[in-house]
Structures are given as structure tokens and as C-alpha cells.
């Protein structure tokens, strides 16, 4: 695949990242108006997102039969598991576990993808959109929850998570440009479908 090709999906996906960065969860974290029992309703509306990330990468990993690239999908899975644990332990004053049809639609929708897609569009999913996302909210949590072990760590994670994904690109030749952006952009919508509700959620349950 040409330097070419690469660097469109780049500029495709980080038009896609700034745009995120613009959408009503991320604006909510980022606000310093925004009343702190609001954000914390975030992460309420957040774990059943992060329990259900732990479905989609073992998805990946359970569907996929290169073997390169299920050696990818593993290492993944491996520095995400218990990611949805430390959530937990973030929110140890609250103990609410929810459930809304638009959060589980989304999730389901990425299962469904690590299902059926080839590997590479499996894999630009996995860490050009999901990880891709997850950067920006947790920088955006960073600002709102500092010093907490979830955001910390996302943090950290998902800039190489991220990078995985455009090393594959280079080294592959088995994707076209046009495939590759079309399955992003699905997963971006889903993703802002999601981020949108967890932001409804979070200021309907903290309306006063």
C-alpha cells in the first residue's frame, strides 16, 4: 500500500478526531460550568461502554484468523483487560449500574463488526476509531478528573494504541484507502451516537 493511501486514512481519521473533540461529552468534561455531580454522571453512563469494550476486543481476537494479525488483536486485548475494573474502582461512591438501549445498540454494532469485517478493517476499528476515540475523551477526563488511575492510564495507553494501528496500514497491503474510511466513518458515527446519549444521560440525571 502507497505512503499515499496511509497518510488519507490519516487525514481522514484525524478530521474525524477533531470533530469529536467538539461533541457534547467532550465540550461537558471540558467546561469548567459544568457542575462536578454531571461529570460524575459521565462515568455512571461510561462503564456500561467500558464493560462492553471488553466484549468487542475479545470479538476481535475470537473472529480473527490471520495470524498476524490475531497476534495483534491479542496483544491488544491483553493491556485492555481490567480496564473496565478500574472504572469501577474510580466510582467506588457510586454504585448505580445502568442500563439504555442506545449505549448497548452502539457496543453491539462494534461486536457485530469484529464479526463479520476482514482483519484490517477489524483492526482499523479497533485502533483508529475505538482507541482513536478513547484518546480524546481521556484527555478530556484527564481535565475533569485529575489524578484519576482511569484517565491516567487511557491516557498513556491509547497514543500507542493508536500508532498500532497506522504501523499495520504501512505493512499491509491487503486494504484500499476507500474501504478502510468507509468502516471509520461508521464507527465514528456509532461512537458519537453513543458519546451523545452518555452526555444526555448524565445532564437529564443531574437536572435540577
Excluded at 497518510?7 to 478530521?15: I, S, W
Excluded at 462515568?43 to 456500561?48: A, D, K, R, V
Excluded at 498513556?156 to 468507509?182: F, I, K, P, Q, S
Aim: hydrophobic share 40%.
Amino acid at each position: 500500500m502507497t505512503t499515499q493511501d496511509v497518510e488519507r486514512v490519516a487525514r481522514f481519521n484525524e478530521e474525524r478526531q477533531r470533530e469529536y473533540g467538539e461533541s457534547a461529552l467532550i465540550r461537558l468534561l471540558t467546561d469548567e460550568s459544568t457542575r462536578p455531580e454531571t461529570k460524575k454522571a459521565v462515568l455512571t453512563y461510561l462503564q456500561p461502554w467500558s464493560n462492553a469494550f471488553q466484549r468487542m476486543i475479545s470479538a476481535r481476537v475470537t473472529f480473527e484468523s490471520d495470524p498476524a494479525l490475531y497476534q495483534l488483536a491479542l496483544e491488544h486485548q491483553e493491556e485492555e483487560i481490567g480496564h473496565d475494573k478500574i472504572l469501577r474502582r474510580s466510582r467506588a461512591d457510586d454504585q448505580r449500574v445502568v442500563w439504555d438501549p442506545v449505549i448497548e445498540s452502539g457496543a453491539s454494532w462494534f461486536v457485530d463488526q469484529f464479526a463479520i469485517q476482514p482483519g484490517v478493517r477489524k483492526a482499523a476499528l479497533a485502533h483508529l476509531a475505538l482507541e482513536a476515540g478513547s484518546l480524546v475523551f481521556s484527555q478530556a477526563g484527564a481535565k475533569a478528573f485529575p489524578d484519576d488511575e482511569y484517565f491516567d492510564l487511557h491516557d498513556e495507553a491509547d497514543v500507542g494504541h493508536l500508532e498500532m494501528g497506522y504501523e499495520l496500514l504501512r505493512e499491509r497491503d491487503d486494504w484500499t484507502a476507500d474501504e478502510v474510511t468507509e468502516v471509520l466513518d461508521r464507527g465514528w458515527q456509532v461512537i458519537g451516537v453513543v458519546s451523545d446519549r452518555i452526555a444526555e444521560c448524565a445532564r437529564r440525571d443531574t437536572s435540577a
